[in-house]
Structure formats: C-alpha cells, structure tokens
C-alpha cells in the first residue's frame, strides 16, 4: 500500500468537497478500494498504487478545471471522476487560455463555464442570430452579455443594446411612479447585475450616459433600426408574435442579436401565446441563424437550483400526460 498527498490550495476547498462534502462523498464513492482523507486544503490517498494514479489524475483535473472556472456542479465532478473518453475530457478541460470572454473589475474572469454554454460562444462567433433557450440558472443571460461586452471593446460592435418584455405592467408603464429610468430598472435588473460584474462602476457610468450601451423594455425599440450593435432580447419567453417578429426586424446592418428564453416560465396572460416557440420553429432553417439549448447539468446557481429544476420538469411531465389522457377519452 502506497500513500500521496495533493494540495487544494489554489482552488476554494468549499467548490471542491462540496456543500455538506457532498462532492467529497461522491469521490470516495468513485473510488471504493481507496481510503482517502481530507485535511483542510490537502487530500491523503492510500491503497494499491495504479488506484492511486488513477484518483490522483481525476482529481487534477478537477482543480484545473476549478482553477479556470471557480464552480463545478456536482454532476460535472461526477462526470469528470467517471469520463475516461477523450471527448468527455476535452469538456471540461480546456487548454486554450483564449476562452476568457472578458475581464471583469478586480481581476474577475469571465468566461464560459459549460460544454452548452461553448457551444453558445461559438454560435454567436458564427451566426448573426442566436436563439439560446433553457431553464433558469443555466447562464443564458449571463453569457450573452459577456459576448456583448467582449464585442464591444474588441471594437466589433459601437454599441450595445439590452432588453426584455415588462410583461407585470403590460409595458405600459407610465402609471408607474418616477421617471423612465426609475420605472423600468425592476425589470431590468438581471441585465444591470451582469453588467457589473464585468465592467468597472465608472466605465460602466459613462456608457450609460453616452447610450453606448443602453438598457431599455422591449416596447422601445419599436421603428428603430440597430445597426453596429449587439442586442440580446432576454425573458423572450414573454413575447407574443408580434412582438418578437419586431424585435428581430430591428436588426440593422453589422449587427449581432441573441435571444434568450425559458418556455418554462412564461408570465404572460392567459389569453396570449408565447412567440418564442413559434419563431424558434419557423426560423429554424435560416443561414446565419442558430439555436442553442441548455438544461439543468448547465446550472452555475446554487446546487438546489438543479434539483428543483427536475422535481418541475417531471411534475410537468406527470401533468401532461394526464391531460393527454383527459383530452383523449374526450
């Protein structure tokens, strides 16, 4: 029997064992015929020493990957300790340094975190439309503003162009106390956060002022044309037909859109339909426009969010199927 140490100490010891050590249990499970311990920011691995290699090899690649990224969910570091194929690998360890999207204030890397989320990054380099759709916490919209930003200081772009339904007030939101500004930031504060996390307060300021980069409800953009922008429609789950149809027929010339979504949460009235589906379908065979999917293994929130994520899409599921049987013995 042969004994190794390896050091955590470049990454946060609470990303790798996990809240609870539920990522700790889930390695030693992984490997049954090792006898591993923690103490703080090092691991001890005992046993035969070809286990011992192998352990030892997972587990390095699970700080670079924490190295790169800052979080690991808890079925990627299953899929890591599990995946023996090259391609497996190649998804979570990425050895180009160009990856990072943008660099935030104080050092902060930005870039993406998942094997749906590079797929998104290297649609938007692709196709000048992009339809990014998955449940919440998967980093749609995070993403899309960082390949925003990004475009914007590589000088792609002059300009950036955020915006969502106001579905609460009908976006008819002049019954709302304050000015413009003021009546739209709830809604807008997603966007808003993001922003801060990769541009310094006072950079940010001056874009603002000067409408480089501009954060508006989507009921307007109505009659303008966008041109020499990136614009991201987020929450377009929220869009009806016509409303989507506009905010795609103001793409100008030398300019970029994505579009995110979560048919999973539409929050209009129940007397309107949704246009995201509608346009994801119709569109689907266009040059130049592409479309992206994300699900729960995307998830960078907290651990339960994934959790959650499956408990609603198998009610929804159990749902379904009993009004399919209602509507059939109809």
Known sequence: MTETIISLS??????????????????????????????????????????????????????????????LSENYFEQILGGDDTETIDNFVERNPNDILVFGPNGKTVRARTANQK?????????DIVFAIGPAGTGKTYTAVALAVRALKNKIVKKIILTRPAVEAGESLGFLPGDLKEKIDPYLR???DALDDMIPTDKLGYYMSTRTIEIAPLAYMRGRTLDNAFIILDEAQNTNDLQLKMFLTRIGANAKAIITGDPTQIDLPKNQRSGLDKAIRILKNIDGIAHIELNEEDVVRHRLVKAIIKAYDKEHEVEEAAYQRKDYQR
Do not use: C, W
């Open 190 to 192: 997603p966007l808003y």
């Open 10 to 71: 470049s990454v946060n010891p609470i990303e790798f064992f996990g809240v609870n050590n539920g990522k700790f249990d889930i390695l030693k499970k992984k490997f049954p015929l090792l006898k591993i311990l923690s103490r703080g920011t090092q691991i001890k691995l005992s046993g035969a020493p070809e286990h011992i290699d192998t352990a030892k090899e997972k587990i390095n690649l699970i700080v670079q990957y924490l190295e790169r990224n800052g979080h």
């Open 119 to 127: 797929k998104m990054v290297q649609a938007a380099d692709q196709n």
